[in-house]
């Protein structure tokens, strides 16, 4: 549904494009006319990826952990060297482990931290310094999460992207001179490969809430992929510092999905 020349000659970063949600964002914009990078923390499902995605287009990849500033700064020097710019970064990498407040560890609730919301900012800050700054344009999409109202039984992350909100809320207004857009698409439940991290009873308990979810199904990894495509097209060019829900209104209706009680009846000791 859009030209197909949308992207025509952009350069786009996709974290965590080897898989799910980020493999499709990395397709859709291969096959609307961009060159693409892939990156994540291992190489080997990194190549697999980018061999799958060369059928589209141009595609390269290179490992690399979003906590590590320097791995970012090494990712930043490929994509000068052979690129030249950058034009869109979607910050996809993330994940999280379900579990009750009480029970979570400092060394879990840093692991979730250090990935979505410090791994968020370091390559936020490294690519807007590398090309976005210099080049007085660019391009961010972040992918959050459905918290609007609190996230039970997630907490690390319900901070984690709540702090990614606001820091695009903040750098939608710091920003604006050197003509960056940045904004967020906050997920519901959609059916990709992350899904499967569930433990068995997380995921009963996703099927149980489909049915609370306003438009009564899951989302589709199309669904996240057209949106982080509007908001990083010209279609966008007056919206910067929002959040996208896409999510069939379950933001509206979380307190129905009763993710404490499935989480209470198999994590209490
Ligand atoms: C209605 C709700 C809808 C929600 C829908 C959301 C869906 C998605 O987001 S799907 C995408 C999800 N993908 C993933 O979540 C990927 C899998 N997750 C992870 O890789 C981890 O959660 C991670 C992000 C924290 C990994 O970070 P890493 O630094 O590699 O962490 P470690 O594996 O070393 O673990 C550190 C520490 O964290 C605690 N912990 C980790 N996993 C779990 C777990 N499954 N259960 C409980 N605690 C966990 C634990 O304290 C770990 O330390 P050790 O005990 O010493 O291993
Ligand atoms: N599916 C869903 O229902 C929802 C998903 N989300 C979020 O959307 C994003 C994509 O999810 P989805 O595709 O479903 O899940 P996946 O688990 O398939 O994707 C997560 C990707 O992030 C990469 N990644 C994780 N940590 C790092 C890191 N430190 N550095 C670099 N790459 C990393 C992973 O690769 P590797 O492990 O090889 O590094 C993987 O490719 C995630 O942030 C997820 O939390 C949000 C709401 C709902």
């Known amino acids: 549904m859009f030209q197909s020349n949308t992207f025509k000659d952009q350069v786009v970063l996709v974290t965590g494009g080897r898989s799910g949600i980020g493999f499709q964002i990395a397709k859709d914009m291969l096959q609307l006319g961009a060159k693409v990078i892939i990156c994540s923390r291992k190489e080997a499902p990194l190549k697999e990826a980018a061999e799958k995605l060369s059928e589209f287009g141009v595609v390269d990849y290179q490992a690399c952990d979003i906590r590590n500033t320097e791995e970012i700064q090494a990712l930043a020097a490929m994509i000068k060297e052979k690129h030249g710019r950058l034009d869109v970064l979607v910050n996809n990498a993330g994940g999280q482990f379900p579990v009750l407040a009480e029970y979570l560890n400092d060394k879990g609730w840093n692991a979730v931290i250090n990935n979505n919301l410090n791994g968020t900012f370091y390559m936020i800050r490294e690519m807007a310094n590398a090309f976005f700054i210099p080049q007085k344009q660019g391009n961010i999409v972040n992918i959050i999460a459905d918290m609007h109202r609190g996230f039970p039984g997630m907490i690390h992350t319900g901070a984690a992207r709540a702090g990614v909100e606001n820091i695009t809320k903040t750098l939608a207004q710091e920003w604006s001179d050197f003509n960056i857009r940045i904004n967020c698409v906050a997920p519901g439940i ?9 433990p068995q009873p997380v995921q009963d308990m996703f099927a149980e809430a489909k049915k609370a979810i306003p438009l009564k199904r899951f989302g589709d990894v199309k669904d996240i992929s057209n949106a982080v495509a509007f908001l990083a097209s010209p279609l966008a060019s007056y919206i ?25 009846s198999f994590l209490n000791p």
Do not use: C, F, R
């Not at 490969?193 to 569930?198: E, I, W």
């Open 190 to 198: 959609i059916e990709s490969s992350g899904l499967d991290t569930y």
């Open 240 to 264: 910067t510092g929002i959040s996208l829900y896409v999510d069939g209104a379950q933001h509206l209706n979380y307190d129905k999905m009763g993710m404490p009680n499935v989480l209470k």
